[in-house]
């Protein structure tokens, strides 16, 4: 994930299967938890778009506490705020 601007959300949950949505929001693949480790962890980053990332938050937090910026629902060309 050395070119954010390139990334494409890895999909973990095979909710667009087929279906390549760029995105430039990394995410944890191991919830950090305030761990400075696991949070600098490159290895631990995926590209997620907003739909998988607010999917996850769903998931691991039972609902969506997890607000993260822009708007769900883009289906491509997430844009940076330029
Ligand atoms: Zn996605």
Redesign the pocket.
Same mark, same amino acid.
């Given at each position: 994930m050395s070119k954010p601007e390139n990334a494409v %959300?890895?999909?973990p949950y095979k909710?667009?299967p087929g279906v390549a949505?760029a995105?430039w929001c990394p995410d944890h693949i191991v919830p950090h938890k305030g761990s400075p480790a696991l949070f600098w962890d490159l290895s631990n980053w995926q590209p997620? %778009?907003q739909?998988?990332n607010s999917y996850k938050a769903a998931r691991e937090e039972g609902g969506f506490g997890n607000e993260t910026q822009g708007v769900g629902g883009s289906k491509s060309s997430a844009t940076p705020g330029v």
């Open positions: %959300c890895a999909d909710r667009h949505i995105t997620l %778009c739909g998988c």
